[in-house]
């Protein structure tokens, strides 16, 4: 994981917000999924896969939100890397 990313997923457990109100991080994870497809940016899928995380391991919420959540982390993983600069331009078309 990159320092940034690191400081990203610092930030959202620290989040007060988060701790009291999980919804929250659904509602967060939906916005920056839906962000996504227009920026394609390394950036927006390491806070994507800290709020897949989250969810994933937070029992407050139901079982099958938190094994889709776990699910979809590798896959996001790769699209991260899919968006970094070194990737060819055959890599950086996501699947649609």
Same mark, same amino acid.
């Given at each position: 994981m990159?320092?940034? @990313?690191?400081?990203? @997923?610092?930030s959202a457990e620290a989040s007060p917000e988060y701790?009291?109100?999980?919804?929250? @991080?659904?509602? @967060?994870?939906?916005?920056?999924m839906s962000r996504f497809? %227009?920026?394609?940016s390394p950036a927006v899928a390491a806070a994507i896969i800290v709020h897949l995380?989250?969810?994933?391991?937070?029992?407050?919420?139901?079982h099958g939100v938190r094994h889709c959540a776990d699910s979809l982390i590798d896959e996001w993983a790769a699209y991260a890397m899919l968006c970094t600069p070194g990737a060819t331009? %055959?890599?950086?078309r996501l699947p649609s």
């Open positions: 990159t320092p940034r @990313a690191r400081r990203q @997923a610092t701790r009291s109100n999980p919804e929250l @991080a659904l509602a @967060a994870l939906i916005c920056l497809p %227009a920026r394609r995380r989250l969810i994933s391991e937070d029992v407050r919420l139901s331009d %055959a890599q950086q």
